[in-house]
Nanobody, 126 residues
Framework: QVQLVESGGGLVQAGGSLRLSCAAS????????MGWFRQAPGKEREFVAG????????FYVDSVKGRFTISWDNAKTTVYLQMNSLKPEDTAVYYC???????????????????WGKGTLVTVSS
């Protein structure tokens, strides 16, 4: 069982930055591919960014390309989502996901993902 814990959410003005973190308590995540998803009020959960277990491949939804960066720490215990040039439409609860399949952590809705965090709220004011 993998328990994922997100942190780093908060309130930020448009144009600002936040860095989200996702860690698994008491273990490394090097066997897993990781993803970030978000769900805005009244909308379906959507894929934001994904990274392979090796860190060699990264994936982004078009709306965040050039603004968000997903990365691992050196020990493969934490995955980060650096979010720059934030927009009000980025407001959502952001969820971390882990799975042994890259296809699952990059699925548009996260179908098939084995492990989810509880989410962290990001609010971008205009």
């Amino acid at each position: 069982q993998v328990q994922l814990v997100e942190s780093g959410g908060g309130l930020v003005q448009a144009g600002g930055s936040l860095r989200l973190s996702c860690a698994a308590s008491g273990r490394t995540l090097n066997r897993y591919n990781m993803g970030w998803f978000r769900q805005a009020p009244g909308k379906e959960r959507e894929f934001v960014a994904g990274i392979s277990g090796s860190g060699g491949s990264t994936f982004y939804v078009d709306s965040v390309k050039g603004r968000f960066t997903i990365s691992w720490d050196n020990a493969k215990t934490t995955v980060y989502l650096q979010m720059n040039s934030l927009k009000p439409e980025d407001t959502a609860v952001y969820y971390c996901a882990a799975d042994r399949s890259v296809a699952h952590v990059t699925d548009p809705r996260g179908s098939g993902v084995d492990y989810w965090g509880k989410g962290t709220l990001v609010t971008v004011s205009s």
